[in-house]
């Protein structure tokens, strides 16, 4: 079984690539959501914001309904040291943007967590922080000041400046990115798809293992055997790198694991470490192996393909 060969170009990060066009970004509800987390600062008194898209086709409707949602699960919940909501306040910013601020935690009073949610044209953008010993206000005004750097993506080669999710791109003056995309297909005989990349700004560990070496020592010590496909030195993203293809074979199940990524060690915003999965075949809610309908070629070929298509994003920055 094969795979189709129409693509569609995506932008993720500071790069593009080129996927089937029946790929999907996949969007996680708020309370989970965490596409790229920026970091602020170089020291012990760092700051983070969580960046993620929730939806790419909110209305204001929609929008206002999810915001609605997300704030009568956090009243549901209590926070034990207050004796009260989870939920400490709601409030409505310029047209289309709405602050939640609630405990972070359901055990302590004096940390919140704080969410700026956005409608940026049809997408609807989180951006969330934490704030401690009575900094909340400085928390939020950080929140105000980064959402007005996110902006719609009207085509993916032409994203301009910052780190692309997808249908936006946030240009924010980070010290460090950290993030992870995800994307689910299928082929043509409706067999599941996963596709992951994530890519971080961290100086790697001179004495890191590379990923041939990681990732079978982890296999001998699961027990697992999978047949390896192929393995060995690989160009990704404009930079060298390992890959590792195998195939998982579980009563009478195939599924494919296919795993990449860049070698170096020093790092920058334009040049980051970056990692790629794909997965065939996936379990079932109730645990149910359900295989894959590519044979190793063509997993290989779509593979391949993706590959070969990462590459630096112009104008990126």
Same mark, same amino acid.
């Given at each position: 079984?094969?795979?189709?060969?129409?693509?569609?170009?995506?932008? $993720? !990060?500071?790069?593009? +690539?080129? &996927?089937?066009? #029946?790929?999907?970004?996949?969007?996680?509800?708020? %309370?989970?959501?965490?596409?790229?987390?920026?970091?602020?600062g170089?020291?012990?008194?760092?700051?983070?914001?969580?960046?993620?898209?929730?939806?790419?086709?909110?209305?204001?409707?929609?929008?206002?309904?999810?915001?609605?949602?997300?704030?009568?699960?956090?009243?549901a919940?209590?926070?034990?040291?207050?004796?009260?909501?989870?939920?400490?306040?709601?409030?409505?910013?310029?047209?289309?943007?709405?602050?939640?601020?609630?405990?972070?935690?359901?055990?302590?009073?004096?940390?919140?967590?704080?969410?700026l949610?956005?409608? $940026? !044209?049809?997408?609807? +953008?989180? &951006?969330r922080? #934490?704030?401690?010993?009575?900094?909340?206000?400085? %928390?939020?005004?950080?929140?105000?000041?980064?959402?007005?750097?996110?902006?719609?993506?009207?085509?993916?080669?032409?994203?301009?400046?910052?780190?692309?999710?997808?249908?936006?791109?946030?240009?924010?003056?980070?010290?460090?990115?950290?993030?992870?995309?995800?994307?689910?297909?299928?082929?043509?005989?409706?067999?599941?798809?996963?596709?992951?990349?994530?890519?971080?700004?961290?100086?790697?560990?001179?004495?890191?293992?590379?990923?041939?070496?990681?990732?079978?020592?982890?296999?001998?010590?699961?027990?697992?055997?999978?047949?390896?496909?192929?393995?060995?030195?690989?160009?990704?993203?404009?930079?060298?790198?390992?890959?590792?293809?195998?195939?998982?074979?579980?009563?009478g199940?195939?599924?494919?694991?296919?795993?990449?990524?860049?070698?170096?060690?020093?790092v920058?915003?334009?040049?980051?470490?970056?990692?790629?999965?794909?997965?065939?075949?996936?379990?079932?809610?109730?645990?149910?192996?359900?295989?894959?309908?590519?044979?190793?070629?063509?997993?290989?070929?779509?593979?391949?393909?993706?590959?070969?298509?990462?590459?630096?994003?112009?104008?990126?920055?």
């Amino acid at each position: 079984m094969s795979v189709t060969h129409n693509v569609r170009t995506h932008c $993720v !990060g500071r790069f593009l +690539v080129d &996927l089937p066009d #029946n790929f999907k970004q996949r969007y996680l509800p708020a %309370a989970d959501a965490n596409d790229v987390t920026l970091y602020f600062g170089k020291d012990e008194n760092f700051k983070t914001v969580d960046v993620a898209v929730i939806s790419d086709k909110a209305s204001p409707a929609a929008f206002a309904g999810a915001i609605k949602q997300r704030a009568a699960a956090l009243s549901a919940k209590t926070n034990y040291e207050s004796n009260s909501s989870m939920l400490v306040a709601e409030q409505p910013l310029a047209q289309g943007q709405v602050l939640l601020r609630y405990y972070a935690s359901p055990d302590v009073a004096d940390s919140y967590a704080h969410e700026l949610h956005a409608l $940026v !044209g049809s997408v609807h +953008v989180i &951006l969330r922080t #934490n704030s401690f010993n009575g900094m909340a206000e400085q %928390a939020e005004d950080r929140l105000k000041a980064l959402v007005a750097q996110v902006r719609a993506v009207p085509e993916p080669s032409q994203a301009g400046p910052g780190f692309c999710l997808g249908p936006v791109v946030i240009a924010a003056e980070s010290d460090f990115e950290e993030a992870g995309l995800r994307f689910n297909g299928v082929d043509e005989g409706g067999g599941p798809i996963g596709f992951e990349i994530a890519t971080n700004t961290f100086v790697q560990p001179a004495d890191e293992p590379s990923l041939i070496a990681r990732g079978e020592a982890n296999l001998r010590g699961l027990g697992a055997d999978p047949t390896l496909l192929k393995k060995g030195k690989v160009q990704l993203a404009g930079a060298a790198g390992e890959q590792w293809l195998g195939r998982f074979d579980e009563d009478g199940s195939r599924q494919h694991g296919f795993y990449a990524e860049t070698d170096a060690k020093a790092v920058s915003r334009q040049h980051p470490k970056v990692s790629v999965k794909l997965f065939t075949g996936q379990q079932s809610e109730s645990g149910e192996a359900l295989g894959s309908k590519l044979d190793d070629e063509a997993a290989i070929q779509l593979w391949d393909s993706i590959v070969v298509s990462m590459r630096q994003r112009p104008g990126a920055g």
